[in-house]
C-alpha cells in the first residue's frame, strides 16, 4: 500500500532512500524518521557527504578503481610493483587484497565477471583495456583473482585466452584450498581435492 | 577489522551512513558503492533530498506531527473534528492512522511509551502539553492508541490519571480483539478473552 506522507520533503528522502539495494519503503520511512530524530547537523553531514562522495569521486583511467583524482594513489605510488596486475571483479575487492598487506603490485577492476545468464557479456566488462595494458609491456605477471565461481571460472578462462598472446607473462590465480577457521568436516569435496593437489610444504607456511 | 578506505569521501559517506539504525559498516560501504555506481544526478538527488528534509521539517506546535510548518495540516484542517484527540506514540502511528481512512480527529504524538527499563519516564514525553491541550477546554475525547505492550497500558494508565480531573472528557482506549486476518487457532487467549468481553453486534459490523 502507498503510504499518504505528511510531507513532500519526508516523501522525496524516503523515495529517494528507497533505491538503494535491499531498502524498500518501509525501511526507507524507518531510516528517515531516524534522521528527522536525528542532531539538525549530523542529519545534514549525512547528505552533504552523499552529495561530496558523488561529485568527488572517479574511476581511475588506469586500473578502474575508484578515485579522487585521474589516476588513483595505487597506480600513481612510484613504490609498487609495477610489472604485477591482480585482476579484481570490483572495488571492493580491491579494498580485501589492500587489508591482507600482502599485496604490492598493482590492480585492474574488471568491473563484475562474465554471466550470460545476467546478460554480462566480455564487453560490458573492462577487459580490452586489461588486454591494452598488458600489450603496453611492461607487465610481468596478471594474477586472476576472481571469484571460485562458475562465472568467475568462466571468466579467468576467458582472460586466459584473451592473454594467451603474451607468452612472456605469467598468468596466475588465486590458491584454492581450505578457508582458514574452517573445519575439514565441513569443506566440500572439490575444495578438498583441490587443496591436497596444490599442497605446499609445511616447513613454507612456518617461515611465513 | 577497521577498513583502509582509498578515498576519504568514501570513507566520510561510509562513515555517515553507518550512523543509521541496522546500518553497520559493511552494509554502509556496500550502499555507499551502489551510490558511486548510480547516475551522478541520482547519486546527488538523494543527498540533496535528506539535507532538504532535515531542514525543511520540524515538529508541529500543537501535536508534534512532523510539519513543513508551524502548526501541522492536520491540526490546521478546519474540516477535522477538533473536539477529539488521538493520543499516539510516533509520527509513523499518525500516518498508519491517516491510511485507515477513520478517522477525522486531531493527533498527539507523545513521543514513545513510559519504559522505565530504557530510561524514558513520563517527562521526557510529551504528556505535559497533551494535558495543556485538554485543559485549554475544546477536546471532549482523548482516544488513547497506544501500543497494546505493557509499555503501552502502563502509559494508558498514566495517562488516564494525569487526565481524570477533566471529568467531562470521555477517555477512551483502541478495541482490543481478534487481529483482521488472524486464525483463532493462533490468537493468544487474552486477546480471545479481550474480544469475547467487548463482543460487538454483528448487525453493526454489517452496516459498516
Known sequence: MQQE????????AVTELSRLPGIGRKTALRLALHILRMD?????????????????????????NISET??????????????????????KD???FENTGQYAGLYHVLGGVISPMDGVGPDRLEIDSLVE?????????????????MEGETTNFYLFRRLAEFSDVRITQLARGVSVGNEIEYTDEITLGRSLLNRTLFSDSIRR
Open 5 to 12: 506522507f505528511a510531507s513532500k520533503l519526508l516523501e522525496g
Open 40 to 64: 539538525e547537523g549530523m542529519g545534514v553531514a549525512l547528505g552533504e557527504s552523499i552529495i561530496n562522495m558523488r561529485r568527488g569521486i572517479r574511476y581511475c583511467s588506469v586500473c578502474h
Open 70 to 91: 585521474e589516476v588513483c594513489p595505487i597506480c600513481g605510488d612510484g613504490r609498487r610493483d609495477r610489472a604485477t596486475v591482480c585482476v579484481v571483479e570490483s572495488v
Open 94 to 96: 580491491v579494498m580485501s
Open 133 to 149: 595494458r598488458v600489450a603496453a609491456g611492461d607487465i610481468r605477471e596478471v594474477i586472476l583473482a576472481l571469484s571460485a565461481t
